[in-house]
C-alpha cells in the first residue's frame, strides 16, 4: 500500500471457492484512488488479473 497526500495505490490478492461446485478463482488486483478533501472518493481505477 502506498499513500501520500490524497492519493494512493494497493495490490493485494483475492480468491473465493464456489459452495456448489468446489472450483476456486483466484486474482490480483491493483488499485489507484484519488480523495477529495471530505474523503470521498474522486479517482478509482482497478486493474484485475485472473490467476485461474
Known amino acids: ?29 491493483a488499485i489507484i484512488f484519488e480523495l477529495q478533501d471530505d474523503g470521498k472518493i474522486s479517482y478509482w481505477r482497478e486493474y484485475i488479473e485472473k490467476k485461474r
Not at 3 to 23: H, L, M, P, Y
Request: negative net charge; aromatic residues 6%.
Open 1 to 29: 500500500m502506498i499513500i501520500e497526500d490524497n492519493q494512493g495505490a494497493v495490490e493485494w490478492d483475492w480468491s473465493d471457492r464456489n459452495k456448489k461446485t468446489g472450483q476456486q478463482s483466484e486474482a490480483e488486483d
